[in-house]
């Protein structure tokens, strides 16, 4: 581990769910890029994207991204725009027919939007599902059954709003593509790509600024998306000219660029993990052992990203959110769906962070408790 992510004085804990938190030394890299990138004289978001200042860019950008998760010349790695919920029908439009069926896994709102957006173009079977638990842990071995012959199977890594995690991959039938949503986990840990057919994520939440959707692709999966879609909603459009069929979403790879260095140069995916896992164990360790605080996801569905968890009532949770936001620990609100308490600790949140959150409640139960 060669960085420090630290909190300067002048910004406060950011616990946003996305866009959320990006990495200080990217910022100020970015704040002069903006002026005048590679003493070209011209700035970051004003370069033709077909000049040599972009192109040095996208491909540094592809290049780490390779390196870091170990992504072999079997995928393409793709810059779309749309976010992830275009994925949401981009997947199934290019990959589904009327006659075919997508397993999906059910494992919150995300998830859901998935299915409903797969619907639109072929069979929907949901071969796993938390829905009746209120989305608190992820299911796993019997809980999951597949349909006869799946196109591809759908998960979703994290999710951000019910605060669970998939601790590993499911085990998909053998030669059925596994496609993911990572918006909410993509490089907090090191991931085995080979396991997937695909892998996608808004770049928001752990890769930089939103308006970029980062889409990790098997070649053969590409090759066999459906002819005769509108050009830019087929992936082998943007596959055969390295995302820049049109104009792509510069600023944005740019910046996930700076950010996969950062992660690079923090030690990479396990070095991230074990920086991420020690930040989540100071929160959840104080969650076990409050009696006024809890966490609402099964233990062994934690996320090591979002941690959703409850006070005694919904009055002190109010009062609990509007204290921690004055005191810099901020948009510690849940999502309106569940309520409570979320706290997004993604990459780029610095582990004091955890500590004054954790420092707060402390404060906070035995004023109230
Ligand atoms: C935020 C999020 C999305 C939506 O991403 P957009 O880029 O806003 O479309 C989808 N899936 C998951 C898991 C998310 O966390």
């Given at each position: 581990m060669t960085t420090t992510a630290t909190a300067s004085s002048t910004r406060v804990f950011n616990f946003s769910a996305g866009p959320a938190v990006l990495p200080e030394p990217v910022l100020r890299q970015a704040q002069g890029d903006l002026w005048d990138i590679a003493d070209s004289g011209i700035g970051i978001m004003e370069h033709s994207h077909r000049g040599p200042v972009f192109d040095a860019v996208i491909n540094e950008t592809v290049a780490t991204c390779r390196e870091l998760a170990g992504i072999s010349d079997d995928y393409d790695i793709l810059f779309l725009q749309g976010g992830a919920s275009s994925q949401f029908?981009?997947?199934?439009?290019?990959?589904?027919?009327?006659?075919?069926?997508?397993?999906?896994?059910?494992?919150?709102?995300?998830?859901?939007?998935?299915?409903?957006?797969?619907?639109?173009?072929?069979?929907?079977?949901?071969?796993?599902?938390?829905?009746?638990?209120?989305?608190?842990?992820?299911?796993?071995?019997?809980?999951?059954?597949?349909?006869?012959?799946?196109?591809?199977?759908?998960?979703?890594?994290?999710?951000?709003?019910?605060?669970?995690?998939?601790?590993?991959?499911?085990?998909?039938?053998?030669?059925?593509?596994?496609i993911n949503d990572a918006s909410s986990d993509i490089f907090s840990r090191p991931v085995d790509v080979s396991?997937?057919?695909?892998?996608?994520?808004?770049?928001?939440?752990?890769?930089?600024?939103?308006?970029?959707?980062?889409?990790?692709?098997?070649?053969?999966?590409?090759?066999?998306?459906?002819?005769?879609?509108?050009?830019?909603?087929?992936?082998?459009?943007?596959?055969?000219?390295?995302s820049m069929f049109n104009t792509p979403p510069a600023f944005g790879i740019y910046t996930m660029g700076l950010v996969l260095k950062w992660i690079r140069d923090f030690g990479g995916l396990s070095a991230m993990a074990e920086y991420n896992e020690a930040k989540a164990a100071i929160i959840y360790d104080f969650l076990d052992e409050s009696e006024f605080f809890y966490g609402t996801a099964e233990t062994n569905s934690r996320s090591l990203m979002n941690i959703t968890f409850r006070g005694k009532?919904?009055?002190?949770e109010k009062q609990f959110i509007a204290e921690a936001g004055a005191r810099g620990l901020r948009t510690l609100k849940g999502h309106r769906s569940v309520g409570g308490m979320r706290a997004s600790i993604y990459n780029a949140f610095p582990e004091a962070g955890c500590g004054a959150l954790v420092e707060f409640m402390n404060e906070f139960q035995w004023a109230h408790g």
């Open positions: 029908f981009m997947v199934p439009m290019n990959f589904l027919t009327p006659e075919a069926t997508g397993d999906y896994l059910n494992t919150g709102s995300w998830s859901k939007k998935a299915i409903k957006e797969a619907k639109l173009f072929g069979n929907v079977h949901v071969a796993g599902s938390s829905d009746e638990g209120n989305f608190n842990y992820i299911p796993t071995g019997e809980q999951i059954s597949w349909s006869a012959n799946p196109r591809y199977v759908h998960m979703t890594s994290n999710n951000t709003i019910a605060g669970t995690q998939y601790a590993s991959e499911p085990v998909v039938p053998s030669g059925v593509p596994l396991k997937y057919g695909m892998i996608y994520c808004g770049a928001q939440k752990n890769l930089g600024p939103s308006g970029v959707t980062l889409v990790i692709i098997r070649k053969d999966l590409v090759a066999s998306g459906a002819e005769g879609l509108p050009t830019m909603l087929q992936y082998r459009t943007h596959a055969s000219k390295d009532t919904e009055e002190l």
